[in-house]
């Protein structure tokens, strides 16, 4: 099979579709200004990366809400969603409890695991949403899930996310190939941002666009172009309904942007001058804003829906603030399921 | 651990883990088995057999080689309510595919807070000593047992193997079960007759984490797992006609280890020896050791002794490798020279 | 770039080249032949892999001998070449020591490794020939070994060869992406046999043929039918000479047939009937020797070409069986390089 | 070990990792390095800063995120008569590439009797205590010690680092070189100060395999490694206020372990406390307890004692996480318990 270039209708059709997507990235990206206040909090002396409120590593996901939306507006709670190392946009836009999501950064008791993920590392059985940070792996247990469905003759789905740099890692090219041998209803969407950290695609990868490597698989490959929820809402459409109707998988490489560095404190001194900028003027929320305004959604009607939206986002995160710490003596807990603590 | 029926058939570990995994799939539809070579096969090493006759093709699935694939697809089918039992091949191969064990599977109920299991079996085999080379002879029972969140077991003989295999499947746990070649009943590959023994037909589990006393003795505790068991025994008998009367402890579990077991025998003769097969630094003998040694462990009347494979890769000569491998000659000469010198 | 379908001309041009050719494809077989009769003295009871001359597995390559003879036509010693657990007809092929490389396999001192390595385990650094029992592991070396000729501005280049299987393996991706981007002088040669073990292509691979996978890496995907050594002779060609150009590499594969079992002891029951007779009546040694003879070769110029190549492989294992075993201290030694023995 | 110049210098491990690089990279152009973010980033952990601008893009390689290829890759140009040195970012990422690592690397050497040699370095940053969750937060020292045909060293300061790094670089074989977060000197990372030392500008190794005592004392010896050296200096000098005099050992190399440094101190001293951050079973911990205890090791006068972080994932959030590291004041109280026992 050949790899398509998404031809996608500009224009979806059905409106609360739309409203909801607009809404949602609005909200993915006031959970991570949230995140980035919180995370700057404390960090001394010199970005001690170890103190304040949020500790570790933390990868924002600003300008990549198209992605996570156009994709996720397909799908249902029993549709399993394995994501990266930069995982909010798409555990928001998957459903993943907010107030839940929220305290697990913050490494509270009610966090979705008691803190002991922390924000690589968000799980919601309630919405089938994981995510592992580790380049790549999230793909064999996305199939995995597939075959689950498959084999229970459920019309559910499973998606895996990825970054256009884990498209390199051996994970990649041995779950697209298990998927495509055993027909299970996955879709892969690599999320080009155009860097891996600080290595840019063109330096790593050997092709231009991935989804001609779907062709080394037998599947379907699309690319889409332009950052374009709307877009990437009918690449997306299309494969979920193959996936759903028993057709099997395809890879889809969405062209987006990463507007933060690789990780808070990064100084990307990797990117030419100016690159930041030029992306934030093409900042896909606005635009998107503005094609809606254009076809005619009132400026209230918007404003409402993301208002709600970041209700819920400031919400979760007061709840998340103010909730317990976990009690250290149930660090011993969970580590393997069905037994009491571990010592 | 249910009480058996009795019975005389004897059945080779081979034999015996096909037919726990016949009787398990039989009983609990979520069981699936997969891996290279075990559905048309039934296993390199015999573990399968029949399954794909009476199973069909979509409960036991030949893979293509892809490790990784089909590990993390197996914690994905896990996380879907399966319970999927995965062949690694030769427990050598682990290094393509330990991520979706160790960080994936391993970590899974952990980094859910208990929300997400991970019940699936990993059956690998282990062991030299039939001229395979150094990529195809290794035992790595330390490399899985030094990492959380994996339960570990290596049968010596069929019956454990069999009410082992029973425990693992229906464990909400990965289980790595280890089956040593020098035991597996396969003729292609010499076998120890000791393992071979009677099996219950019944449906029967064997404890996960609970060592056994195989042969009880007063002088000097032997600490053996898997084929080192063997040596043990032989060693024990031998050392009988010299008026020595050694106790003889079977791990059958190395995480979590059953460190009361250790200790009781320990402190009960106020010798110890230990046997392994695999590398000896950083390897079971010194855990054994050291659980025995430490504070609130037992006290000896010697310093204990290590008869483990020197830290060096398996040769593929046998005059090099049956020079190195541990056995009773050796264990006996380590004993004597024990009692030699406290007696 | 696109898949060539391979359209060499049937015939070659340089006498002798064919000539080698054949001669050494009647030497690989003559070697496997010998190694076959070795293999099978002393294995009791009941085939135990264990006992005789040449214990462990034994992967013969017979009917495989074209791909070898075909591609190393175009190698110097300063070429690397990789190989895979089937290694022999490659080894042969590109030269390394008969007698050192019959001895390792009888495990003898005077073995390439002195009994060290064994069949899957060659190394001859006078002809940078190396193999490895990991599938597709050897991918990664060859890539390095053709960067460090790249760097130091040889035009030498390396080989990787590997099965189909291997090509579902990680490693399979990962080095052919880093081969593209470094533009590294390698030629990943693989040996379609239609089997792993006993997993037929089709049942595992995503593609009918693997050479389109090398348009997701840029590289040109020759598939080459018919295991001609012509053929392949002229599709190698071409891709050694673009990697000796600094045209960077090539994806080859070839379809070529298993004679024998995968190893020696397969009982081959996942082999429609009548397949082994129907490949076997296509031996690609007397096809070939057949095609010369019409193309004006003298039987006696062949026969006395075979007849010395089949002398020299009997003198070898006339070497190789008569040659002393290492002391078993050896066993320590090489663990490090610069070092004496470990213990 | 040349003896250096003095200097009043004071670096960081990461600025005397990147010194000893360039400084043998002017000095033998064999040596080249490669990894993710290598390159224009300087290394995630600072540990390649000014080598890619120095020595340009041939020789500092910014590798795709293939662990897997790259490692190999060094492998094969290892066995070319290069000697790369290459990073894997976090020692939590070995499950993607240890084949590469263990079954290549550590193996070239012996599988081929010693004609093929392996010099390479794999940098690697281990260690936790700042919040980056479970699967960016392990050390792992005795899985890559377990195996051998690898040396695996681990720095306590920047002095050693610059040593060890020299070393590493000029041994013939794998030296995997761990260094570990807290003491790297990002400061984005926080860093114990006393890490950071003078560090003369001249050449000068520090010899692999040898500990070093870093403290003498009469009453007690502390074993630590990296970090948990400095945890075991700290607890020395709280001690010291309680008139009880600790020795401390730092390990420096794991593989091989300095047995006799380890054996000499705890029999000058009776006792023995063992300090790790690594998970304690299996681990370096009853190495050393083993090393002391068993047969030709030194008389104890109370059991030993070990301080590890538990068989557990490493939890995100610091209550839980800070709550199971071993810190100084475990190491006190345990040296007290032990004193008070047995005094
Ligand atoms: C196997 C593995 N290698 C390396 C890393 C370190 N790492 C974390 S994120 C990252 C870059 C990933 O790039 P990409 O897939 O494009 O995702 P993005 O960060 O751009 O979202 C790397 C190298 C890792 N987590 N796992
Ligand atoms: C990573 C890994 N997985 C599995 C194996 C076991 N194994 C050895 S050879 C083989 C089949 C290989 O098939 P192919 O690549 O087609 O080579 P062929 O044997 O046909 O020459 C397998 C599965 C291995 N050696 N390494
Ligand atoms: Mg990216
Ligand atoms: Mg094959």
């Known amino acids: 099979m050949s790899t398509l270039e998404s031809t996608a209708p500009s224009r979806a059709t059905n409106r609360n579709q739309r409203l909801w997507m607009y809404a949602t990235m609005v909200q993915s990206r006031h959970f991570e200004a949230l995140v980035k206040v919180a995370y700057l909090e404390g960090k001394q002396p010199l970005f001690n990366m170890a103190k304040g409120p949020i500790p570790g590593e933390m990868h924002l996901s600003d300008g990549q809400e198209p992605c996570a939306v156009g994709v996720c507006a397909h799908l249902r709670p029993g549709d399993a969603v394995t994501a990266t190392h930069r995982p909010h946009h798409i555990a928001i836009a998957k459903g993943v409890d907010l107030k839940a999501m929220a305290a697990e950064i913050f490494g509270k008791k009610a966090g979705l695991s008691g803190g002991r993920g922390g924000h690589m590392h968000l799980f919601d059985p309630a919405v089938n949403f994981a995510c592992s940070g580790i380049v790549a792996q999230g793909l064999g247990p996305a199939v995995g899930s597939a075959l689950a469905a498959k084999l229970r003759d459920a019309s559910d789905i499973a998606v895996a996310f990825l970054g256009e740099g884990a498209a390199n890692q051996g994970a990649f090219h041995e779950a697209l190939n298990l998927a495509a041998v055993w027909q299970a209803p996955v879709v892969f969407v690599i999320e080009d941002n155009a860097y891996g950290i600080s290595v840019a695609k063109r330096d790593c990868t050997a092709v231009e666009s991935n989804a001609i490597r779907a062709a080394g698989y037998g599947m379907p490959g699309v690319h889409v172009p332009g950052n374009d929820a709307d877009r990437i809402l009918a690449a997306a459409g299309e494969a979920v309904a193959r996936a759903r109707a028993g057709g099997g998988p395809t890879l889809i490489e969405i062209e987006t942007t990463r507007l933060e560095g690789h990780f808070m404190g990064d100084a990307e001194g990797y990117r030419p001058a100016g690159e930041v900028e030029a992306l934030k003027a093409r900042d896909p929320i606005p635009a998107y804003r503005a094609r809606l305004l254009a076809e005619g959604f009132e400026a209230e009607a918007l404003d409402r829906a993301a208002g709600a939206a970041i209700a819920e986002v400031d919400a979760a995160f007061v709840f998340a603030r103010r909730a317990d710490y976990p009690a250290p003596e149930e660090v011993f807990e969970h580590v393997f399921a069905g037994e009491g603590a571990s010592q | ?343």
Chains 1, 3 share one sequence.
């Open chain 2, 1 to 343: 651990m249910t009480t058996a029926t009795t019975t005389t058939r004897r059945l080779t570990i081979a034999k015996a883990m096909s037919e726990a995994l016949a009787q398990e799939m039989a009983r609990d539809p979520s069981v699936l088995v997969m891996g290279e070579d075990i559905g048309k096969l039934g296993g390199v090493f015999g573990a399968t057999q029949g399954l794909l006759d009476r199973f069909g093709p979509e409960r036991v699935r030949d893979t293509p080689i892809s490790e990784t694939a089909f590990m993390g697809a197996a914690v994905g089918l896990a996380a879907s309510g399966m319970r999927p039992v995965a062949e690694l091949m030769f427990v050598d191969f682990f290094g393509v595919c330990m991520d979706a064990i160790y960080n994936l599977a391993a970590k899974q109920n952990y980094f859910s807070g208990g929300k997400v299991s991970c019940p699936m079996v990993i059956m690998t085999s282990v062991g030299g000593g039939y001229g395979d080379g150094g990529q195809h002879s290794q035992c790595l029972y330390a490399t899985f047992a030094h990492l959380p969140g994996l339960k570990v077991v290596i049968p010596s003989n069929a019956r454990d193997a069999k009410g082992l295999m029973l425990s693992a499947i229906r464990d909400d746990n990965p289980v790595v079960f280890m089956f040593h070649k020098a035991l597996q009943g396969m003729g292609w590959l010499g076998t120890v007759q000791r393992s071979i023994t009677d099996v219950p037909e019944a449906d029967y589990t064997t404890p996960i984490g609970v060592a056994a006393v195989v042969r009880e003795g007063t002088d000097v505790t032997l600490v053996g797992l898997g084929l080192t068991v063997h040596l043990a025994l032989d060693a024990a008998a031998a050392l009988a006609k010299t008026g020595v009367s050694a106790e003889v402890v079977d791990l059958r579990t190395v995480s979590p280890l059953d460190r009361a077991t250790i200790r009781a025998s320990a402190a009960k003769t106020g010798r110890l020896v230990v046997i392994d097969d695999d590398y000896m630094s950083f390897g079971v003998s010194a855990e054994v050791i050291a659980t025995v040694c430490e504070h609130g462990g037992a006290r000896l009347r010697s310093p204990p002794m290590r008869i483990a494979y020197p830290d060096i890769p398996v040769p593929f000569t046998p005059v090099m490798e049956h020079f190195v491998l541990p056995n009773a000659e050796k264990v006996v000469a380590a004993v004597q020279a024990m009692l030699e010198a406290a007696p």
